[in-house]
């Protein structure tokens, strides 16, 4: 009764009804495209491309462009361009006064950074494109099929490309406006869901035509112990370390201004996902170089092997170096201490300046470790799923991008929708307490 009582009140709110009605059309349209194969591609020749898409970063690029990047479609390029420009100015502003100046600027300055997000993004665009298009010739030839790549037909395709992407680009901020909200992030998390039935039906399938017997049985083990996973998944999503925070009382004419407690919430997980991308793209190398030499052994032809012992170890060392590094660049404890000092707030026991700024580092380093440590391992879930056994599509849910993103989205977005409830004196999802999206971060990173 709880939960078909919260559909009606949901359906109740015009303007959420409209709003999620909008999203499901934009979402459809977006999925609609992901279908449409560049022109001059013959889709049957395209097994070579979903091969070399099955693993690695071009598994992630594949994952977050719905299964287009696989399909040649014109959403090859998906949003991950706009991904990289974001990354880029989010670093940009950590080490330029400019940018820096910008982001204190508010919603002028904002909208400066997302102006030259859109120019930085339409850059990378035009240079992955040919490259794209030159690996999609290789991998078309490679199954025995013919493409023509001439001068103006990557001129053209690449276009396509471009426009495809910025034309994500846009319905994302049409669900930021007229849907719920968190418009690439919900992009993103469409892509990754709409890879889970067919995953789904292989896992299921391949379990029932064991020939050993008790695949049934292994089968609902396995959902167990996913949802385990995803438990684990929304405990790293949103665990927090709160910091007290005391102000001090101001007196002004006849009114009393502070004198309140609050808390500073410390993200156990600041990094999000982006140490396990920064991990993918360079753990990607050694199998690049190797992909170019005939000699596939030693050290670093391990390091091809996604599901051996010294790819994955080395993989976890790094999803650890870079959750710190990643966590010291976008948490910054003396801008904190300086916002409390200003605020005249101070921690209660530590004094102001640096002995703050000093006292939330070492918090933050505690903490970090625990969080860095189960990044690491949820990174590397999905290769000891498939070393089980597990369907190697299947075992991609067990962890890693995919599924950080998929708990952090859609924790968002329930939260969003019981904002829209709570605003209306309506019931919110949770009867225990409000729904706790990520404090931290920007969409889905």
Not at 241 to 268: C, D, S, T, W
Not at 363 to 371: A, D, E, N, Y
Request: charged share 15%; glycine share 12%.
């Amino acid at each position: 009764m709880g939960f078909t009582k919260t559909i009606k009140n949901i359906w109740s709110v015009e303007d959420l009804r409209k709003r999620i009605g909008i999203t499901l059309l934009l979402v459809i349209i977006y999925r609609f495209g992901c279908y449409v194969v560049l022109p001059g591609i013959n889709p049957d020749e395209l097994l070579a491309l979903k091969n070399f898409t099955a693993d690695g970063l071009m598994q992630l690029l594949d994952m977050f462009s719905g299964g287009a990047f696989s399909q040649a479609s014109i959403f090859a390029l998906g949003i991950m361009p706009y991904i990289t420009a974001s990354i880029v100015i989010q670093l940009l502003g950590m080490v330029l006064p400019a940018f820096q100046k910008m982001q204190r600027e508010g919603e002028s300055g904002r909208m400066k950074l997302n102006q030259y997000t859109r120019y930085l993004t339409v850059i990378i665009l035009l240079l992955q494109g040919p490259a794209y298009l030159m690996n999609l010739k290789y991998q078309v030839q490679a199954a025995g099929g013919h493409v023509e790549m001439g001068f103006w037909t990557v001129a053209f395709m690449t276009i396509v490309l471009a426009a495809g992407s910025m034309f994500i680009m846009w319905l994302g901020e049409r669900i930021d406006q007229k849907g719920v909200g968190n418009g690439i992030s919900f992009i993103i998390l469409i892509g990754i869901i709409a890879r889970l039935p067919e995953a789904f039906i292989q896992e299921f399938t391949g379990r029932l035509m064991n020939s050993q017997g008790g695949g049934l049985v292994l089968f609902l083990v396995e959902i167990i112990i996913l949802l385990a996973v995803i438990a684990g998944a929304v405990l790293l999503v949103q665990g927090t370390r709160k910091v007290p925070v005391q102000y001090a009382k101001r007196v002004v004419g006849n009114k009393q201004y502070g004198g309140a407690r609050q808390y500073i919430p410390l993200k156990v997980n600041a990094a999000g996902v982006m140490p396990i991308i920064f991990a993918q793209a360079i753990m990607f190398i050694p199998v690049t170089l190797v992909g170019f030499s005939t000699n596939h052994t030693g050290f670093f032809g391990a390091l091809t092997d996604m599901y051996g012992f010294w790819y994955n170890f080395i993989y976890f060392i790094m999803i650890v170096a870079f959750t710190y590094f990643y966590t010291a660049i976008t948490v910054r404890p003396a801008q904190m201490a300086e916002d409390m000092k200003r605020n005249n707030g101070f921690i209660p026991g530590i004094k102001p300046g640096k002995p703050t700024v000093d006292y939330l580092d070492s918090i933050m380093s505690r903490i970090t470790l625990p969080g860095s440590i189960f990044l690491g391992i949820v990174a590397i879930l999905p290769a000891i799923a498939h070393i089980c056994g597990l369907n190697r599509n299947f075992a991609s849910f067990f962890g890693g991008t995919s599924l950080l993103i998929l708990v952090g989205v859609v924790l968002d977005t329930l939260r969003i929708i019981e904002g829209h409830l709570l605003m209306r004196h309506y019931d919110g999802l949770m009867k225990d307490g409000r729904i706790k999206g990520r404090t931290t971060g920007n969409g889905a990173f």
